[in-house]
Structures are given as C-alpha cells and as structure tokens.
C-alpha cells in the first residue's frame, strides 16, 4: 500500500470562483495569514519571503485549474508515488529502478526512490520527450515538404 506521500488537491469552480486571486507580490510586500478557529480565536501569522513565494505560488496554481502536491525534499517515494510525478506507469519506474536509471533502496520487501533522484528523472525524461517531438516534427516537415 502506499504511502499516500503524494496527495494532489484542487480547488472547485465555486471555491475559485470565490477567492480573489492574490496580487503578485513586489519587493518589500509581505503576506500575513490570518486564521479564525472554531471557537472563535483569531491569529494573524506573518510569512517570511521564502515562504511567501511559495503560498503565492501555490494559491495562483490552484486558482488557474490545476491541482497540486505539497512533498518535502527529504522524502522518499514508492514506486507508485514516483510514477504519479514522473507520468509513467509503475511497472516502468520499477524497470527503470532495475536498470538504475532511479538510484533506489529497500525498506523491507518495498522500494523507495529520494525525491530528488525523482526530479532528476523527470527533468531527463521530460529534455528526451521534448527531442522526441522534434524530431517527429522534422519528419513530418521533410514529408509534408519533400515527400520523404
């Protein structure tokens, strides 16, 4: 079973419909989060930069339609979670795990790849299948052109 590490959220059409989106943030802004509990206690929580940027990011991604993950650095996923990131089927993250192209080790029985190791995959897959798509765009240019 997995860990549930990777849990994607998304915002309804009502609920984005209903939130302002945030003005982009310039130099010297700050963010505040203001939280009103249940019982009714309030408390206004002031953001450092860094993390600013990172709930603005967030917010302006969940606003535009898409759905999001939050995951640490330092976490480690299961053959499955990696797939969900990398857009591939598990049965090929366990492939690449065997031919080492996805540094792994064991936790028992199960896998578990770094995050990071995932990342770098991704940013490898992702220059491959750009290549990819030019090179059929090539051929299909030479085809269209020359009737090769």
């Known amino acids: 079973m997995a860990s549930q590490v990777v849990q994607f959220a998304g915002l309804s059409d009502r609920d984005r419909k209903?939130?302002?989106?945030?003005?982009k943030l310039g130099e010297g802004d700050h963010l505040e989060l203001h939280v009103r509990r249940r019982d009714g206690e309030e408390q206004t929580i002031s953001l450092p930069p860094a993390a600013a940027?990172?709930?603005?990011?967030?917010l302006s991604r969940l606003l535009s339609g898409e759905r999001v993950?939050?995951?640490?650095?330092?976490?480690?996923?299961?053959?499955?979670?990696?797939?969900i990131i990398l857009?591939?089927?598990r049965p090929l993250?366990?492939?690449?795990?065997?031919?080492?192209?996805?540094?792994?080790?064991?936790v028992g029985k199960h896998?578990?790849?770094?995050?990071k190791d995932v990342l770098a995959l991704k940013a490898q897959l992702d220059v491959q299948r750009k290549a990819m798509e030019a090179l059929a765009a090539d051929a299909e240019d030479l085809h269209r052109e020359y009737g090769i």
Do not use: K, N, Q, W
């Open 18 to 23: 209903a939130v302002p989106h945030l003005p």
């Open 53 to 58: 940027d990172v709930v603005e990011a967030l």
């Open 69 to 83: 993950a939050v995951i640490a650095e330092h976490e480690e996923l299961s053959p499955t979670e990696a797939s």
């Open 87 to 89: 857009g591939i089927s």
């Open 93 to 106: 993250v366990v492939h690449r795990m065997e031919i080492g192209d996805l540094p792994f080790r064991y």
């Open 111 to 115: 896998r578990r790849a770094s995050l």
